[in-house]
């Protein structure tokens, strides 16, 4: 890909990423007020809008666009990919400093987790489990790393396998250190709107020795339907700086936390 077609990608995406934000901060939008937002014409907020559509991501109706039940857009997995790309890489960075050489790594289905994925090549030799299909294809073939494929029934929605099988995979293992983000939390609970998703994380912090929780600055503070676990309950919390500096002091009084720069 050119570098004027991969600027052309990442404005489309910085300017999707806007409009969503922006539609699931309000609840909806008009047209005229997105194209407000991003400055740019009709026809192109018009064509944002269906892709993000046809992602999943928003409801289009006459004139604008609504937010989909959080149910759907923080767990389409399409969503989840572009959304704070900079604040989880910034986090994964961090997070792969806790890694060395010979240690076994559980990763959840979270995007900050692919981020991290993508640099354990450089930390092998490794043992890597994943429910995450992204994941599983960027480490299938390196060199020096064992790849635990944890299935189960597969999720079009998260692209990864959850379910009973995923449930038993996990609690026969004992890993080093597992690396968990989920959707929600505040200054004592982690929280996720889908009770599959609480009893995979669940499972993988009993199977882990230590439990960090990766956790971008949009999630917190908030709250979703499901409590998953107290912010107790992990070892080490690294999120990036963009999280309030009251909220950091807050949480540092229940968990080490760690600010990742952007």
């Given at each position: 890909m050119s570098s004027e077609m991969s600027g052309t990608t990442r404005n489309r995406q910085v300017r999707?990423?806007?409009?969503?934000?922006?539609?699931?901060?309000?609840?909806?939008?008009?047209?005229?007020?997105?194209?407000?937002?991003?400055?740019?014409?009709?026809?192109?907020?018009?064509?944002?809008?269906?892709?993000?559509?046809?992602?999943?991501?928003?409801?289009?109706?006459?004139?604008?666009?609504?937010?989909?039940p959080s149910t759907v857009f923080e767990s389409n997995s399409e969503y989840r990919l572009s959304a704070h790309l900079d604040a989880k890489a910034a986090i994964a960075r961090s997070a792969a400093a806790l890694v060395e050489p010979g240690m076994s790594v559980l990763l959840d289905d979270s995007t900050t987790a692919l981020q991290l994925a993508r640099l354990l090549p450089d930390l092998a030799p490794l043992t890597v489990a994943t429910n995450y299909l992204r994941a599983i294809d960027v480490l299938k073939n390196v060199e020096d790393l064992r790849l635990i494929c944890i299935g189960g029934d597969y999720s079009r929605t998260h692209d990864s396998f959850l379910g009973m099988p995923c449930l038993e995979t996990i609690e026969r293992i004992t890993v080093d250190v597992a690396f968990l983000s989920t959707s929600a939390m505040n200054v004592s609970m982690t929280f996720h709107q889908e009770p599959e998703i609480v009893l995979v994380k669940r499972a993988m912090l009993e199977s882990a020795e230590t439990r960090v929780l990766l956790m971008d600055s949009s999630k917190m503070p908030r709250a979703a339907l499901h409590r998953l676990a107290p912010v107790t309950d992990y070892d080490r919390l690294i999120v990036d700086s963009g999280v309030d500096g009251a909220l950091v002091k807050e949480l540092e009084e229940r968990v080490p936390v760690e600010v990742a720069p952007l």
């Open positions: 999707q990423q806007r409009i969503t934000d922006f539609v699931i901060d309000h609840g909806s939008a008009a047209v005229a007020e997105l194209v407000r937002l991003t400055g740019v014409s009709h026809m192109t907020v018009h064509r944002d809008i269906d892709d993000l559509a046809r992602r999943g991501v928003v409801r289009k109706f006459r004139g604008g666009v609504s937010a989909l």
